[in-house]
């Protein structure tokens, strides 16, 4: 059980966590909400011992291992299966210590813990992570060095899932994932056999995944049971009955205020005034909590153009003359609202630069509104802002003949204040570097905002504000998104993306959910129809496997040869050499059942082999 009893910290003098418990089972999943700065990430910090309470303890079982996501794994030439295999460092000592060990105890030690931890299943368990976050067999064989700071994270993410601590710490997971990879993680997680602590602000994955809500909020931690939906009618009610009994005693106390304001002068009813002043004194404030003030979004109106904005008759779209999507036969009007669904890699990308213009069509036809303006937002271009500059100084560069005070109310229509809008870049929070740069990409008044994950680092309150806005927004909306909470009440079409199409999705999200969950899950296939054959990296990883364990088999066999040869030494048995004889009897009792293993593990593998090779 992980036990957080009575902690404080503070940072800069300013206290950040006061006098705050909570105790979390084993086995428990765990969301933990609250608005942006509260103190989330550091409560993780606090939990890994990175950084020295001032006040209190945090208790966890003895040897329990704490796993998280701190960085992106390092961008060399480990290929992603091996970097995944490799966080499990239990298995790799263990590996590494059967190919040099020569004690005969030892052997059958190491031999029984790799069985244990079924460690010859391990390179199929790692293979069905990075596939559940996005990576083919092709992508897992690629060194670590081919892919971006993004799906490294995801690769950072499959390691840690991998080694299965016993307490999972996991900050905003699916930031660097897409709507695939989050609904896999929600059922990855939900079946996770350890106590999972997840930050995060999607809906979706609150509700799914966990079963209990963390929330921090003015310095203290509560934990309610029941997922994030759960959670939020049991605190608006609490809410609701603390904000009213706050409101009687607020006029309790006026009356006995006025009771003395009246007659405290009066020497006949000085003793009765008193008495209120001390019923006043005793009464114990009853304080609701401190509700953020909803951070709006406020998108500047375009004006009305004819329909069509944008139609495409058989148009196609790729790079260096390689087409991506095909014959298109697409009709955006000013009112759509289309979420944009597929796997990585399918094309949403190249579709979004070609409706932003970033890309022409190859062949075919694509006519645009002679006025159409294209607003687009996406991850990267938070990444891209300059960090030494202010919020002022990115839209005076926009907007350079605007008065100071017309640019600080555009920022303000994001949320960003006046002191943040004097605040470098690079000192901003997720959130606000995430409204600055939606900001900028809604500044001309777009027909059309094209916007590509963009609640990543925004807050519950801040998403909920979004989806206001775009309700709100009177151009064309096409969002990709892994939030489906944000899908399901902004988008009121589905577009696929999937084997260079793009057509109309016909069903609704939940039924595209549960089509994604159906085809991660093993395929039921009549008794008579022939299993799909391995690829050819798994035979090659199962023939490498039989190789290891036939040399393995080989090796313990020549120690048994050896040690049969000692005992069948007459003189060993000599009576001076009794205690010995009975050393190496045992030694040669614990090679055998060694070599029983092993050769039971080397017949699994070559029926794996076969089975795979038939």
């Given at each position: 059980?992980?036990?957080?009893?009575?902690?404080?910290?503070?940072?800069?003098?300013?206290?950040?966590?006061?006098?705050?418990?909570?105790?979390?089972?084993?086995?428990?999943?765990?969301?933990?909400?609250?608005?942006?700065?509260?103190?989330?990430?550091?409560?993780?910090?606090?939990?890994?011992?990175?950084?020295?309470?001032?006040?209190?303890?945090?208790?966890?079982?003895?040897?329990?291992?704490?796993?998280?996501?701190?960085?992106?794994?390092?961008?060399?030439?480990?290929?992603?299966?091996?970097?995944?295999?490799?966080?499990?460092?239990?298995?790799?000592?263990?590996?590494?210590?059967?190919?040099?060990?020569?004690?005969?105890?030892?052997?059958?030690?190491?031999?029984?813990?790799?069985?244990?931890?079924?460690?010859?299943?391990?390179?199929?368990?790692?293979?069905?992570?990075?596939?559940?976050?996005?990576?083919?067999?092709?992508?897992?064989?690629?060194?670590?060095?081919?892919?971006?700071?993004?799906?490294?994270?995801?690769?950072?993410?499959?390691?840690?899932?991998?080694?299965?601590?016993?307490?999972?710490?996991?900050?905003?997971?699916?930031?660097?994932?897409?709507?695939?990879?989050?609904?896999?993680?929600?059922?990855?997680?939900?079946?996770?056999?350890?106590?999972?602590?997840?930050?995060?602000?999607?809906?979706?994955?609150?509700?799914?995944?966990?079963?209990?809500?963390?929330?921090?909020?003015?310095?203290?931690?509560?934990?309610?049971?029941?997922?994030?939906?759960?959670?939020?009618?049991?605190?608006?009610?609490?809410?609701?009955?603390?904000?009213?009994?706050?409101?009687?005693?607020?006029?309790?106390?006026?009356?006995?205020?006025?009771?003395?304001?009246?007659?405290?002068?009066?020497?006949?009813?000085?003793?009765?005034?008193?008495?209120?002043?001390?019923?006043?004194?005793?009464?114990?404030?009853?304080?609701?909590?401190?509700?953020?003030?909803?951070?709006?979004?406020?998108?500047?109106?375009?004006?009305?153009?004819?329909?069509?904005?944008?139609?495409?008759?058989?148009?196609?779209?790729?790079?260096?003359?390689?087409?991506?999507?095909?014959?298109?036969?697409?009709?955006?009007?000013?009112?759509?609202?289309?979420?944009?669904?597929?796997?990585?890699?399918?094309?949403?990308?190249?579709?979004?630069?070609?409706?932003?213009?970033?890309?022409?069509?190859?062949?075919?036809?694509?006519?645009?509104?002679?006025?159409?303006?294209?607003?687009?937002?996406?991850?990267?271009?938070?990444?891209?802002?300059?960090?030494?500059?202010?919020?002022?100084?990115?839209?005076?560069?926009?907007?350079?003949?605007?008065?100071?005070?017309?640019?600080?109310?555009?920022?303000?229509?994001?949320?960003?204040?006046?002191?943040?809008?004097?605040?470098?870049?690079?000192?901003?929070?997720?959130?606000?570097?995430?409204?600055?740069?939606?900001?900028?990409?809604?500044?001309?008044?777009?027909?059309?905002?094209?916007?590509?994950?963009?609640?990543?680092?925004?807050?519950?309150?801040?998403?909920?504000?979004?989806?206001?806005?775009?309700?709100?927004?009177?151009?064309?909306?096409?969002?990709?998104?892994?939030?489906?909470?944000?899908?399901?009440?902004?988008?009121?079409?589905?577009?696929?993306?999937?084997?260079?199409?793009?057509?109309?999705?016909?069903?609704?999200?939940?039924?595209?959910?549960?089509?994604?969950?159906?085809?991660?899950?093993?395929?039921?296939?009549?008794?008579?129809?022939?299993?799909?054959?391995?690829?050819?990296?798994?035979?090659?990883?199962?023939?490498?496997?039989?190789?290891?364990?036939?040399?393995?088999?080989?090796?313990?066999?020549?120690?048994?040869?050896?040690?049969?040869?000692?005992?069948?030494?007459?003189?060993?048995?000599?009576?001076?050499?009794?205690?010995?004889?009975?050393?190496?009897?045992?030694?040669?009792?614990?090679?055998?059942?060694?070599?029983?293993?092993?050769?039971?593990?080397?017949?699994r593998a070559l029926e794996k082999l076969e089975k795979a090779e038939t």
């Open positions: 059980m992980l036990r957080i009893n009575d902690i404080s910290y503070s940072v800069a003098g300013r206290p950040l966590i006061e006098n705050a418990s909570a105790s979390i089972p084993d086995g428990h999943k765990v969301g933990i909400v609250g608005r942006n700065g509260t103190g989330k990430t550091t409560l993780f910090r606090l939990i890994r011992g990175e950084l020295a309470l001032e006040g209190g303890d945090i208790t966890l079982p003895q040897k329990a291992r704490i796993g998280g996501v701190s960085q992106e794994v390092p961008g060399n030439e480990v290929s992603l299966i091996d970097t995944v295999l490799a966080a499990d460092t239990e298995r790799a000592a263990l590996l590494a210590e059967a190919d040099t060990v020569t004690d005969p105890a030892r052997i059958a030690e190491v031999q029984t813990r790799l069985t244990d931890i079924e460690a010859w299943g391990a390179e199929a368990r790692a293979a069905s992570i990075l596939k559940g976050l996005g990576f083919d067999d092709a992508a897992q064989r690629q060194p670590c060095s081919a892919f971006s700071g993004g799906w490294r994270m995801r690769v950072a993410l499959a390691a840690v899932l991998f080694s299965q601590p016993d307490l999972l710490l996991l900050d905003e997971p699916t930031n660097y994932l897409d709507l695939e990879g989050a609904l896999w993680l929600e059922t990855y997680l939900a079946r996770y056999p350890h106590t999972v602590l997840i930050v995060s602000h999607d809906r979706g994955l609150l509700n799914r995944a966990v079963g209990s809500i963390l929330h921090l909020e003015d310095k203290k931690l509560t934990l309610y049971q029941g997922a994030y939906d759960t959670f939020a009618e049991t605190r608006a009610a609490r809410l609701a009955a603390a904000e009213s009994e706050a409101r009687k005693q607020d006029a309790r106390r006026a009356h006995l205020q006025s009771f003395v304001d009246r007659f405290r002068a009066k020497a006949s009813k000085a003793v009765q005034a008193q008495s209120r002043l001390k019923m006043i004194a005793k009464m114990k404030p009853i304080t609701t909590p401190q509700e953020a003030a909803l951070k709006r979004f406020t998108f500047p109106s375009p004006e009305e153009l004819s329909p069509p904005i944008i139609h495409m008759e058989g148009a196609s779209v790729g790079y260096d003359g390689k087409a991506i999507l095909q014959r298109l036969d697409l009709r955006i009007d000013q009112d759509d609202r289309i979420a944009l669904l597929g796997k990585n890699g399918e094309g949403k990308s190249t579709l979004s630069k070609l409706l932003a213009g970033k890309l022409e069509a190859m062949s075919g036809k694509m006519t645009t509104s002679s006025k159409l303006r294209v607003g687009f937002f996406a991850q990267h271009q938070v990444e891209e802002l300059h960090v030494d500059e202010t919020p002022i100084d990115h839209i005076r560069r926009l907007r350079p003949s605007e008065m100071p005070s017309r640019l600080r109310a555009r920022l303000g229509g994001f949320g960003i204040g006046a002191e943040q809008a004097e605040t470098l870049v690079g000192k901003l929070s997720g959130g606000q570097k995430a409204r600055l740069s939606l900001m900028l990409a809604t500044i001309d008044a777009p027909h059309m905002l094209i916007l590509d994950e963009p609640t990543n680092h925004l807050d519950i309150e801040s998403r909920e504000a979004l989806v206001e806005a775009l309700t709100a927004y009177t151009g064309a909306v096409i969002l990709v998104s892994h939030d489906m909470h944000l899908l399901s009440l902004v988008a009121d079409r589905l577009w696929l993306v999937k084997d260079g199409r793009v057509a109309p999705y016909d069903g609704d999200l939940e039924s595209y959910r549960t089509m994604l969950l159906a085809s991660d899950a093993p395929a039921k296939k009549p008794k008579e129809a022939r299993a799909k054959r391995p690829s050819r990296d798994a035979i090659v990883a199962l023939r490498s496997d039989v190789k290891k364990c036939e040399e393995r088999v080989k090796k313990i066999a020549d120690m048994a040869d050896k040690l049969a040869k000692k005992l069948a030494d007459p003189k060993l048995y000599d009576e001076d050499k009794k205690d010995e004889a009975t050393v190496w009897q045992k030694k040669y009792a614990e090679v055998m059942e060694a070599q029983e293993r092993a050769e039971a593990l080397w017949m």
